[in-house]
């Protein structure tokens, strides 16, 4: 056998699988082919066996891709700079997070399916919590503080996946031949400036205007809370 030919294996027993071996396969296949569905079929024919074979070490299918989503949005939570302020805390988790989703668009329908949200996405989330805390948001102005930079942030990834802003911006301009004569001069205004913008720059401006409104909202949890503290004055005798 020469050196360029690939080295053919020995016949006998397959490869002994792992939880980790399965997952780790489970990646590969992501990296190679981030947009194509994640499937046990897949996953099975790459490392050697047959689908059955993956239900001994995971109980459902739904353990299976918990799995997988953990491994991908795990490194979310290393990203935060753990002495840096809450505002450089909140931009790591929103720039980590669409990286990773970018990253492997195809976890996007994972997250949730069938009625059912991934506890491994919850996790990942739960951490936006800890960060809006640490700005002293709490009660009803944390959960929607929570949900409002959780769902813009997934919802430009979504976008992303599926067309690229420098895309949209393109099929924007070419459709505006059929537009109406309003619409198509009021989007003329627009046209060289939108041209100029790219999806890291795009979200660079949502960003620094989500930490605006959460330090605005913040302070604003801070002035509402002092108001609502008793009195230190002595009563009058």
Known sequence: MTAAEPAKRRPGRPPRLSRDGILEAALGLLERAPA?????ARIAAEVDAVPAALYRHFAS???LI????????GGVELELRPRAPWPEQARDWMVALREQLLRYPAVLPMMGRR????????????VLIGVLERAGLAGAALARAYLWVLETTVG??????????PEQIEYARAAQAEMSPEGRARMTKL??????????????F??????????????SSARAARGRSPSRARPRR
């Open 66 to 73: 918990d799995g997988v989503l953990g491994r991908v949005l």
């Open 36 to 40: 194509e569905p994640l499937t046990v």
């Open 156 to 165: 430009i990834v979504m976008q992303e996946a599926s067309l690229s802003l």
């Open 61 to 63: 299918l739904d353990e």
């Open 206 to 219: 949502v960003v620094e205007r989500t930490l605006a409104a959460l330090a605005e909202l913040a302070g």
């Open 191 to 204: 046209g060289s400036h939108l041209r100029r913008l790219d999806g890291d720059a795009f979200f660079d």
């Open 115 to 126: 009625g059912r949200t991934s506890p491994a996405w919850l996790d990942a989330t739960s």
